[in-house]
């Protein structure tokens, strides 16, 4: 149990386009998702919070208008990275929890999509 | 400031030792505690999870808490060239359900 898809794995995409990345929990619902974005040989760093029916909350430095968050249905959150750069080029994971199981239950993670711009 | 302090290793250890991963928080009000194997280039994999003080064993896995000391970690008995991976250790606070990683611990099982 505890799946999550993440779609596309990989996207190439050229300077000033855009990037919609797709993460679904298949097994269960999740009112709240999480985007995390990890360059190489880093850790994951939170980008945003996203919440059903409600607007994502972003960390400190994350700018909100390039990475659009929606979260349209209880198993669906999308990142939108707008007018992208080759500085966006990173491994975009998104993550959720089956929140029936408690607050402190563990995140599932999606496959993640590797971005590069060129 | 939640922080999630591990060794950055490397770790090497040869096919079946013990490997050893150390963790310490900051954070006092943390209630949840994850270990996550990542293998290079993919996304992380959720080995255990731990919420009391003491011991938790899975299989090979053992996790260890002790809260007083503000310390996880992790043991994988008979270590296996696949256990070759960065393992992250991961802390979920009681106020909200963010996931704070530490940077990870790379980890090498030599044949």
């Known amino acids: 149990g505890a799946v999550v898809s993440q779609h596309p794995s990989w996207v190439i995409c050229k300077s000033g386009t855009s990037v919609k990345i797709e993460c679904r929990s298949l097994d269960f619902q999740a009112t709240t998702m999480f985007w995390y974005r990890q360059f190489p040989k880093q850790s994951l760093m939170l980008m945003a919070t996203?919440?059903?029916?409600?607007?994502?909350?972003?960390e400190q430095g994350v700018e909100k208008d390039k990475f659009l968050i929606n979260h349209a249905s209880l198993t669906l959150s999308t990142l939108t990275v707008t007018s992208a750069h080759p500085e966006d080029s990173s491994f975009y994971i998104c993550?959720?929890?089956?929140?029936?199981?408690?607050?402190?239950?563990?995140?599932?993670f999606g496959n993640g999509t590797r971005l590069t711009v060129t | 400031q939640k922080e999630v302090e591990q060794n950055s290793g490397p770790l090497s250890v040869p096919e079946g030792a013990i490997a050893s991963l150390n963790c310490t928080y900051s954070?006092?009000?943390?209630?949840?505690f994850f270990w996550y194997r990542q293998y290079s280039g993919k996304s992380p994999e959720l080995i255990m999870f731990i919420y009391s003080n003491g011991d938790k064993e899975d299989g090979r896995f053992t996790a260890q808490l002790n809260k007083a000391s503000q310390y996880v970690s992790l043991l994988i008995r008979d270590s296996q060239p696949s256990d070759s991976a960065t393992y992250l250790c991961a802390v979920k606070g009681g106020s909200n359900y963010k996931l704070t990683f530490g940077k990870g611990t790379l980890l090498t099982v030599n044949p």
């Open positions: 996203s919440n059903e029916g409600s607007k994502a909350t972003y």
């Open positions: 993550s959720a929890m089956d929140e029936e199981k408690g607050l402190n239950s563990p995140l599932h």
């Open positions: 954070d006092r009000g943390s209630q949840s």
